[in-house]
């Protein structure tokens, strides 16, 4: 077995993932009007939860913990873990790159055997630690999480304060912004799941997200840029 994540990076990936959940169907539940996308039943769902004013506060407490806890995550662990992960995931090979996207994305809907009959050989081209969509899905994610953030604080703690107030002009570009990234995390949101832990072959890739441990077997096969790389550090 081979350690994949430590245990702070599976600490914040779950705390990440319960606080985006959370704020995503908290903050759908906020909208009115033309902009809800799921419907006044979802509003009355949440309503009787929390309450109207109960709701905005819960969305404000929970938003704020996600931005201090992960501010003291990079601060702590910049260098050991934040930028080695932005570093990776920010290096992009553009034809095997796309190679991987289309090979994949027909591996997945036709299936190999269907994706040869097509006269495309399903081999995914070598990744290293993260895949091609991974990474892809790894940049957007961190862009949408800082727009989240930034006009998220905005929104709420400089919008009401009349000493500390913002422009309506910059207040309606926060909401504009804000709306625009959540809605492109609840498209990514569900894909990283269905890929991360219902995607045939990746059983062992989502235990490792609660042990940190993968089988070198699967890195083998699925990592073996990274598994070149292990091999030549000595640690396989």
């Given amino acids: 077995m081979i350690r994949r994540h430590s245990r702070s990076a599976i600490f914040m990936h779950w705390f990440n993932a319960i606080c985006w959940i959370f704020l995503l169907f908290s903050g759908f539940a906020l909208l009115v009007g033309e902009m809800q996308p799921v419907g006044q039943w979802w509003i009355d769902l949440w309503h009787g939860v929390f309450g109207g004013r109960g709701l905005l506060v819960a969305h404000l407490v929970v938003g704020s913990v996600w931005v201090i806890v992960y501010a003291l995550y990079v601060l702590l662990f910049s260098r050991r873990e934040v930028i080695p992960f932005l570093r990776e995931v920010t290096t992009f090979y553009v034809k095997s790159d796309l190679e991987w996207c289309m090979k994949k994305g027909l591996w997945l809907v036709l299936g190999p055997k269907m994706t040869r009959k097509l006269g495309v050989d399903p081999t995914l081209p070598p990744q290293g630690f993260y895949n091609a969509?991974?990474?892809?899905?790894?940049?957007?994610?961190?862009?949408?999480?800082?727009?989240?953030?930034?006009?998220?604080?905005?929104?709420?703690?400089?919008?009401?304060?009349?000493?500390?107030?913002?422009?309506?002009?910059?207040?309606?570009?926060?909401?504009?912004?804000?709306?625009?990234?959540?809605?492109?995390?609840?498209?990514l949101l569900p894909v990283h799941i269905y890929m991360a832990a219902l995607a045939p072959g990746e059983g062992p890739a989502l235990r490792s997200m609660f042990t940190g441990f993968v089988p070198e077997k699967h890195i083998e096969h699925h990592n073996p840029i990274w598994y070149e790389a292990l091999k030549k550090k000595g640690l396989l």
């Avoid at 727009?147 to 913002?166: D, H, I, K, P, W």
């Fill in 133 to 187: 969509g991974q990474r892809m899905v790894a940049v957007v994610a961190v862009i949408a999480s800082i727009g989240l953030a930034v006009t998220g604080v905005v929104m709420g703690f400089f919008s009401g304060n009349v000493e500390y107030a913002v422009s309506e002009n910059v207040l309606q570009w926060c909401i504009f912004i804000h709306f625009c990234c959540a809605g492109v995390m609840a498209i």
